[in-house]
Structures are given as C-alpha cells and as structure tokens.
C-alpha cells in the first residue's frame, strides 16, 4: 500500500469563523492572517494505491466549481482545477480511481468531484463508486438553515442519479477492507471519518473534527461546527483511541502539514508531532 497527499484548490476564510470563540489574540499566534482576517487554508485529498491495484480517493478538496462571484467569497486561489492536476503529476487519470470516500458534503470537502466552472457538471472519477455516511445523507437532502450554505445541491442530485453511490453505517464494508469507519456529530450530522490500517499504525483522515494543527487542542472548535461542546468530547474520545494505536492523523485543511502522530504530554495535553506519510 503507497499513501500520497494530494492537494486540491487552497483557500482564504476568515479566522474568526474558522476560529468559534478562540478569541483572535489567541488563534492569531498560530496562524498566518492577511489584511482581510483572512487565514490560508489546504483543500487536501489522500490517495491510497492498494496491493491490488486500486486508487482510492479520501476526499476530493474544494476543486474549481465555483462561479466566480463565490469563488472570491470563498476565498479559492487557484484558477484551475488543481486536484486533477496534482493526481496527473502521480500518472493518475480521472478514470483511474476506483473509489472515492467522502467524509461529508460540505463543499470545500466534495466539491472536487465537480468539474471546473463552465464546465458540463457531472461527477467526475466515472469508474468510482462513491462512499458516503448514510445518517450524513439523509440530513444533507433538508440541511438545517445554519448549514445550507456548506451543500451544493447539484451535487446532491448528481449523486442520486449515479448509481454509483454506497452509503455506509456500520464500522466495515467488504469493498474497503483495510478501513474502519468511525462517525462524529458534532461538526455536521454524519461525519464519516476513515481509519486506514497500516503495519506502522493506523492513519486516521480525520476531516472537519480536527481540520489541523491549530485545532487539535481539545476546547479550539470552528464557528462552522454545529454542536462544539459534543465536537470537544468526540475530539477527546478519538485522541485516546488512537494513542492507544499509536495512530496519525491525516489533515486536510492544514496549510502546512499532511500528517502526524499523535502525542499527549506529561500535562496530559494532546498534540501532533508532525511525520511524514508512511
């Protein structure tokens, strides 16, 4: 098995938001800020090359589907459709994935899937089956108001129609057997976090729960998270699993690092020491 981050279009969001009530003279020191209160953020993918020949996709970032007007809105620096292009520079096609799992819809998560603006929409990655938390599913058809502006609903109708999509809510499914699933509520309903078996220990893509390093402290949640004080409990609950595996966490908006081990000091505080992929 060959792990590979892959990044797809980077992003600017406002600290704040990305911050909840962390107050900004607390965040500011961890990050880098721009005249606008605006932080760099990756949209990053992992791909796993299996022993069988596979390509599995874990997430697919925020791509390039944005209509100009949201595209600034939203921050996304880069003009074309960097995930394909980053997977190109691996000898990867579009119709060389097999598999996409997807921790959540929220855009800057699944929107990679979409092409580039202008473009015919569709789904791309035409020979994957789509791998989706069925419990995220069902509530992102009728997502609370708060959270509407994550989903795109293109993309709902487009997975609908695939038949290409399998939903998930058990642990295991025989399609991806080296993957334990685990399921959080506190940043979206469903949250569909994958552990990835590997003889060095475990390497969990740990999406939204933790999105990177300056959010592994236990009480640093987001203004986006929909229940922060169940997000900080999960947080908790997940760390001490995966001490226990000697586990990484893999990140996916870190602008910085892809991946790491986690720790806990003498205090009994949790933290990353950044490492490469296995």
């Known amino acids: 098995m060959k792990l590979f981050a892959v990044e797809s279009n980077s992003q600017r969001l ?3 938001s990305m911050f909840g009530n962390a107050p900004k003279a607390m965040w500011s020191k961890w990050v880098n800020v721009d005249e606008q209160n605006r932080i ?3 949209t990053r993918a992992l791909l796993v090359k299996t022993d069988d020949n596979r390509n599995i996709l874990f997430e697919t970032g925020i791509g390039g589907f944005f209509e100009p007007k949201l595209k600034e ?4 620096v880069e ?20 598999a996409v799992v997807l921790s959540h819809l929220h855009f800057d998560h699944a929107g990679g899937i979409l092409p580039s603006y202008g473009e015919t929409p569709r789904l ?17 058809k009728h997502p609370h108001m708060r959270e509407r502006a994550s989903y795109i609903p293109l993309l709902y109708d487009l997975l609908a129609e695939s038949n290409r999509l399998v939903l998930i809510d058990e642990p295991h499914h025989p399609d991806l057997d080296f993957v334990t ?3 959080s509520n506190g940043h979206t309903i469903g949250l569909m976090m994958s552990e990835i078996a590997h003889d060095d220990g475990p390497i969990l893509f740990i999406t939204d729960l933790v999105p990177g390093m300056a959010w592994v402290h236990l009480p640093i949640t987001m203004g986006y998270d929909r229940f922060s004080e169940e997000k900080i409990d999960e947080k908790k609950k997940t760390y001490e699993y995966l001490l226990k595996k000697n586990g990484r966490v893999f990140f996916t908006h870190d602008p910085e690092t892809a991946c790491g081990i986690l720790r ?15």
């Open 73 to 76: 809105r939203y921050g996304v």
């Open 181 to 183: 699933f685990h399921f």
């Open 79 to 98: 003009e074309e459709h960097m995930l394909l292009k980053n997977l190109h520079e691996l000898n990867i096609d579009e119709a060389d994935i097999d």
């Open 124 to 140: 791309l990655f035409p020979n994957a089956k789509i791998y989706l938390g069925k419990q995220h599913w069902l509530q992102a």
């Open 40 to 42: 760099p953020l990756a």
């Open 14 to 16: 406002d600290g704040g």
């Open 264 to 278: 806990q000091d003498e205090k009994g505080k949790f933290f990353v020491e950044a490492s490469p992929l296995p």
